[in-house]
T-cell receptor, first 115, second 114 residues
Framework: DGGITQSPKYLFRKEGQNVTLSCEQN?????MYWYRQDPGQGLRLIYY???????QKGDIAEGYSVSREKKESFPLTVTSAQKNPTAFYLC??????????????FGPGTRLTVT | AQSVTQLGSHVSVSEGALVLLRCNYS??????LFWYVQYPNQGLQLLLK??????LVKGINDFEAEFKKSETSFHLTKPSAHMSDAAEYFC????????????FGKGTKLSVKP
């Protein structure tokens, strides 16, 4: 089945530690996105990538980093510089051409808790 | 600049009643508009989208939305609510240009009373 996988579903970390969230897609989509979701705030864009080895900051990139070494993979690292890392993180992907372009497909999310 | 406003962070309806979730957008170009649904602790699932074809768009689970350019609205409706429709709903508009970025509203949580 085609889709997006995120792992793990739940992640617990101590303050001051970096943590990497995994996102993999087998939809052959060019574009991938990371969002952060907090109650009542909708989805806020952290980073996005439209092509391998290239990515851009979204609205709330401070304290986060990404890489896009393969088309299928777009891992997100939450660094110790992120002031309030506890949140629900969603990964998405989309095609940028043809029928269905711009429809974003979402993974199941990773809930990160930092104490 | 594009933006999305969802009126009402919480909406409650009785089972069998009409569902109406409001979305207004601003866009400097003809918009792509989307409605997504999110169940607790899950990702978002596409309900329907508007891409400048028919103004009345039908989606999954009997949801539909009407694009009204004069009102800059894209409200989501369903004739008869089911208990399983209880979820959070997000309206989104695509940014202009070749990027695929979407701007999401803050969401409306729908409750369905028996």
């Amino acid at each position: 089945d085609g889709g997006i996988t995120q792992s793990p579903k739940y992640l617990f970390r101590k303050e001051g530690q970096n943590v990497t969230l995994s996102c993999e897609q087998n939809l052959n989509h060019d574009a991938m996105y990371w969002y952060r979701q907090d109650p009542g705030q909708g989805l806020r864009l952290i980073y996005y990538s439209q092509i391998v080895n290239d990515f851009q900051k979204g609205d709330i990139a401070e304290g986060y980093s990404v890489s896009r070494e393969k088309k299928e993979s777009f891992p997100l690292t939450v660094t110790s510089a992120q002031k309030n890392p506890t949140a629900f993180y969603l990964c998405a992907s989309s095609t940028l051409a043809g029928r269905g372009r711009y429809e974003q497909y979402f993974g199941p999310g990773t809930r990160l808790t930092v104490t | 600049a594009q933006s999305v406003t969802q009126l009402g962070s919480h909406v409650s309806v009785s089972e069998g009643a009409l569902v109406l979730l409001r979305c207004n957008y601003s866009s400097s170009v003809p918009p792509y508009l989307f409605w997504y649904v999110q169940y607790p602790n899950q990702g978002l699932q596409l309900l329907l989208k508007y891409t400048s074809a028919a103004t009345l768009v039908k989606g999954i689970n009997d949801f539909e939305a009407e694009f009204k350019k004069s009102e800059t609205s894209f409200h989501l409706t369903k004739p008869s609510a089911h208990m399983s429709d209880a979820a959070e709903y997000f309206c989104a508009v695509k940014l202009g240009g070749s990027q695929g970025n979407l701007i999401f509203g803050k969401g409306t949580k729908l409750s369905v009373k028996p």
